[in-house]
């Protein structure tokens, strides 16, 4: 069974750090390109990390120098998004999501998404 699931989100005051984690199983992770998105009700999914098949990675503006995204983790089949210095504006369920065409261009389909893990930041 193809699956991505998503681990790491919790309740972190505001400045601190998490790492949220993409786990792949069922298909290995190696030439799909990896998004990591975020949405909070009411608003639009917001990409907020892309990394292509060839490890190339890619950021909006609005989470450069905070966010960085893992290169694949081959033995785990993981992905890995580190986020320092969180705003309570990052407060969101956090998802990833496979694209067996290994780019990050915009509007890139993705094929495979995980269930979410849901970061707080509040103090």
């Known amino acids: 069974q193809v699956q991505l699931v998503e681990s790491g989100g919790g309740l972190v005051q505001p400045g601190g750090s998490l790492r949220l984690s993409c786990a792949g199983s069922?298909?290995?992770?190696?030439?799909?390109?990896i998004g990591w998105f975020r949405q909070v009700p009411g608003k639009e999914r917001e990409r907020v990390s892309c990394?292509?098949?060839?490890?190339?990675?890619?950021y909006p503006a609005s989470v450069k120098g905070r966010f960085t995204i893992s290169n694949l983790d081959t033995k785990k089949n993981t992905v890995y998004l580190q986020i320092n210095s969180l705003k309570p504006e990052d407060t969101a369920t956090y998802y990833c999501?496979?694209?067996?065409?290994?780019?990050?261009?915009?509007?890139?389909?993705?094929?495979?998404w995980g269930q979410g893990t849901q970061v707080t930041v509040s103090s």
């Open positions: 999501a496979a694209s067996a065409r290994g780019l990050c261009v915009s509007g890139a389909t993705f094929d495979y």
């Open positions: 069922g298909f290995s992770l190696e030439d799909y390109a």
């Open positions: 990394l292509s098949s060839n490890q190339a990675a890619y």
